[in-house]
């Protein structure tokens, strides 16, 4: 029998080692998501912490420009999420790009974003396991010096990752550290390469995935990054026109740019998400946590002072990913 939404935030917050002592933020948006609200209210209480909910007019980012960004309520998030020991946040779009985030965790406190249907949330939750092969897959990427990605269709980019201080993101699905953020559910590794070292051709086929727009590619897109930007879009079918008409929207170059890169590693994860259940229902991390799968992203990057309300998640299938001519992934299924 599926579990309720409360039952799940339980056995979540059990991961994220909360405890009777503790107190919980809530950071939420007027009118949105109420049950999952709720759900977490009742699941730290259920477990002895206090709860306390940040509920904001409008956090989320749009779509489309245009966009004005709003920070009047921050300060007042940040100053109420200082004094708690662990935030949730499930706002419809996350914060996981913004100044919000970054400082919450920077002083100190576990974030955790929520933003998947329940059954999606039970059938993947993270766990020791996971854990484990996503801190070997960082690992991997933090001793290494070039990523090198390739595919029958075309693909063949390279991007510099050398040094111990590159950013990497570790993502199992739970925070029981000081200073984390994660995102249930999830299961991938990625890194930040340095700036504006990103260099070749990215071909996009029929069944690569498009995140947030929550669809599959449909026609054959061939991407041209020079120096860390994609300088052009190639491809006669909708796809193609789609993504320039996007990019172009902005009006702002930073769109353009590549911002983070890796591969999935959660095994339950079915490529199949955005067919089976109502797409918009979705936020799409299924999809980027896919065994195999090389996802990129472009638009922001802290590490680069790069901030854009612009961002797309794209995972594809059937590529090869290499660290220094070690492969990690091959045609799609992990080594």
Not at 270 to 280: L, N
Not at 290 to 314: C, K, Q, V, Y
Request: aromatic content about 8%; charged content about 25%.
């Amino acid at each position: 029998m599926p579990r309720t939404l409360r039952e799940l935030f339980v056995e979540q917050l059990r991961l994220c080692h909360v405890a009777a002592d503790q107190q919980v933020a809530v950071i939420a948006e007027l009118g949105q998501k109420t049950d999952y609200v709720e759900a977490a209210v009742a699941a730290a209480r259920d477990l002895g912490a206090s709860a306390l909910v940040l509920t904001a007019s409008s956090l989320s980012n749009p779509m489309l420009p245009p966009y004005e960004p709003d920070g009047r309520e921050v300060p007042a998030l940040l100053a109420a999420a200082a004094e708690c020991d662990m935030v949730v946040d499930v706002t419809v779009g996350g914060l996981i790009h913004s100044d919000v985030r970054t400082r919450i965790t920077g002083n100190g406190k576990r974030m955790l974003f929520v933003a998947e249907p329940a059954d999606v949330l039970e059938r993947l939750m993270g766990d020791a396991d996971l854990r484990a092969t996503v801190e070997a897959g960082g690992d991997k990427l933090r001793a290494g010096s070039t990523l090198h990605v390739t595919s029958a269709a075309g693909t063949d980019l390279t991007a510099d990752i050398s040094g111990g201080d590159l950013p990497i993101t570790h993502q199992w699905g739970y925070v029981d550290q000081e200073h984390r953020w994660d995102h249930w559910p999830s299961g991938f590794v990625a890194c930040f390469p340095h700036d504006r070292t990103a260099e070749g051709r990215i071909v996009l086929q029929p069944g690569d995935a498009l995140i947030p727009w929550q669809r599959y590619v449909r026609d054959e897109v061939a991407i041209t990054v020079e120096k860390g930007f994609i300088t052009e879009v190639e491809g006669s079918g909708a796809d193609a026109h789609l993504l320039r008409d996007y990019f172009e929207a902005w009006d702002d170059t930073e769109v353009y740019a590549v911002s983070h890169m890796g591969w999935g590693l959660l095994p339950a994860a079915r490529w199949s998400a955005f067919d089976v259940y109502d797409p918009r229902s979705l936020y799409g991390q299924e999809l980027r946590s896919t065994a195999g799968n090389f996802m990129w992203s472009t638009g922001p990057n802290r590490f680069a002072d790069r901030e854009t309300p612009a961002h797309l998640d794209i995972p594809m299938g059937g590529c090869t990913v290499r660290i220094d001519g070690e492969a990690v992934v091959t045609d799609g299924r992990l080594v």
